[in-house]
């Protein structure tokens, strides 16, 4: 295992911007910076043992300030989208920014996608990583209580990137915290012959404004059914009220949870390169994003377009608008509490 630090630009006054690079004994790496957390680059070899980055990412750290697809963040405070940004906590009504149309996403103008986080690398014989923590004022963006959160990524030599999520607050808060990476296992063009498996029997069924209604819907018979591996393509043009509200996939599927430890969220397979992708969470839920608002307008790595569909996200976390959806699993923290969650990316070959 190897692990080296490098100043990826100053953009932030006084305060230097680190990119870390893990890599494993087979030439697996992981390019990590703490602004925002982002995982910059993942090199994962083909069925040829060949490398290509399988991450949509930025080479300049001032695209990643200057642009927001969210690109390989953490997401956070509260992960996803809260309905017309406001809930109501022990009473209190609570007012977050309205980013996304009526709607609160990701955390807000400023979320955690673009803070600072201080970096504690590590690294031994098996594992190599760094462990980023950030200090969330009380009310920043909105949000009740201080919020320190520690997010730490650790990438072992079966080529499994683990991630775990812990957070501690001093008031009554919510929180909901995902990584935000876009895949494509091909290394370029578009995902829609990526071959998808994802573990649930049900979806949280949206409006036209992209927010829950509160019902869960079985997969079974409709589009949304990945309960068999079936190519991201195969369906996402039918003519159906949940991919039209989306412009395809963009949905909360309830995962079947066999307990509760890691438990199989999601499989995609590129056929071509016969790289596999394997999600594990302890999560309730995971949102598949089929990259639909990518529309070509953002250069990305050496300058390449991110058009439509080019990548595609598993973003595992607890369901959009928790904290206005009683029946849902709680998103609320209280103080003597400690959010934790983990979730592993890892890396096969078919």
């Known amino acids: 295992m190897n692990l080296e630090q490098q100043t990826f630009e100053n953009i932030l006054g006084s305060k230097s911007v680190s990119l870390f690079t893990l890599t494993n004994d087979g030439g697996t790496a992981i390019g990590i910076t703490n602004y925002g957390g982002i995982v910059t680059s993942i090199l994962a070899p083909d069925r040829a043992g060949n490398l290509a980055d399988v991450v949509l990412g930025f080479d300049d750290l001032a695209d990643y300030a200057g642009n927001r697809p969210f690109f390989g963040c953490i997401a956070g405070?509260?992960?996803?989208r809260i309905a017309r940004g406001r809930f109501i906590l022990d009473g209190r009504e609570y007012s977050?920014?309205?980013n996304d149309g009526l709607n609160h996403l990701h955390g807000g103008r400023k979320g955690f996608d673009r803070r600072l986080w201080q970096a504690e690398p590590f690294s031994n014989d098996k594992t190599a990583g760094v462990a980023l923590t950030y200090i969330s004022p009380d009310g920043e963006?909105?949000?009740?209580?201080?919020?320190?959160?520690?997010?730490?990524?650790?990438?072992d030599n079966e080529n499994a990137l683990r991630i775990d999520y812990e957070a501690t607050t001093d008031k009554d808060t919510i929180v909901n915290l995902t990584n935000h990476s876009y895949f494509n296992l091909a290394g370029g063009g578009d995902i829609l012959d990526h071959e998808l498996l994802i573990n649930a029997d049900y979806f949280t069924v949206i409006d036209d404004t992209l927010i829950p209604t509160g019902e869960l819907r079985a997969v079974t018979g409709r589009p949304l059914d990945f309960s068999q591996?079936?190519?991201?393509?195969?369906?996402?043009?039918?003519?159906?009220?949940q991919l039209l509200f989306a412009g395809g996939y963009d949905h909360n599927w309830v995962l079947n949870r066999g307990g509760e430890g890691l438990?199989?969220?999601?499989?995609v397979t590129d056929p071509a390169s016969g790289r596999v992708l394997e999600t594990y969470t302890t999560q309730p839920g995971m949102q598949f994003y089929s990259g639909n608002f990518l529309d070509g307008t953002v250069a990305g790595k050496g300058g390449v377009a991110y058009g439509r569909r080019t990548g595609f996200c598993l973003e595992t976390q607890h369901f959009p608008d928790s904290p206005n959806q009683p029946e849902f699993p709680s998103t609320v923290l209280r103080p003597g509490q400690t959010f934790a969650q983990s979730t592993v990316y890892k890396f096969t070959i078919s």
Do not use: C, M, Q, S
Not at 229 to 239: F, H, N, Q, S, V
Not at 263 to 267: D, E, I, N, V
């Open 263 to 267: 438990t199989l969220a999601a499989r």
């Open 96 to 98: 977050l920014a309205r």
């Open 229 to 241: 591996p079936t190519p991201i393509g195969a369906r996402i043009g039918e003519d159906n009220d």
């Open 77 to 80: 405070r509260f992960a996803n």
């Open 141 to 155: 963006e909105g949000y009740p209580g201080e919020l320190t959160a520690k997010v730490t990524y650790t990438l």
